[in-house]
Each structure stands twice: as C-alpha cells, then as structure tokens.
C-alpha cells in the first residue's frame, strides 16, 4: 500500500514564470530519478546474470520479484514525467507573455 502525507501547507501564489522554472527543475530531478532507477535495473540484471552460474537458490527466488518492482517504477516514473511535461507545455501556453506588449 503506499505511503500518502498530507500535510497542510498554506502556499504563496507564484508567478507564472517562477512556476514554470520550477517545472523546469522538477522536471531535471524526474529525469535523474529515472536514470537512477534504470542504472539500479541494469546493476541488478548483472546480479542476475551472474547468479545464473553460482546458482544461489536464495537470489534466484529473490531477484526476480526486486526487478519486476523496479521495472514497474520506471513504468511509473516514465508516465509520470511525461504527463508533467504535458502539463508544463500546457501552463506555459496559458501563460506566455503577450507577444503585442
């Protein structure tokens, strides 16, 4: 089950511009996340890969279950990343600056 906080929080309205560099920086820290996250999946698969000849019935039952969790929060996080984006396109559309000013 996952974990869920709610924390209230009273928030100070930003500008539109400051919104969208911290999309923007969001956005990195998604992506380093992700690269994470497949860096662990490929570390894990050497594990794996060596485990095919020691033979480890304990890693064997073990390793399997680990990396389908961390191919599903790489599924997560690409979905994720790539809604956000969409909703930082679709916030700065909204609120590009006039081009007649």
Do not use: W, Y
């Amino acid at each position: 089950m996952p974990h869920r906080f709610s924390v209230l929080v009273k928030t100070i309205p930003m500008e539109p511009r400051l919104q969208i560099n911290m999309m923007d920086k969001i956005l990195r820290q998604m992506e380093d996340v992700k690269k994470s996250q497949t860096a662990v999946l490929k570390k894990l698969t050497q594990i794996e890969v060596e485990n095919i000849n020691l033979n480890s019935e304990l890693l064997s039952d073990a390793l399997p279950g680990i990396h389908t969790e961390i191919d599903d929060s790489i599924s997560k996080m690409t979905a994720l990343l790539e809604t956000f984006k969409e909703h930082k396109i679709d916030f700065e559309a909204k609120h590009r600056p006039s081009e007649a000013a």
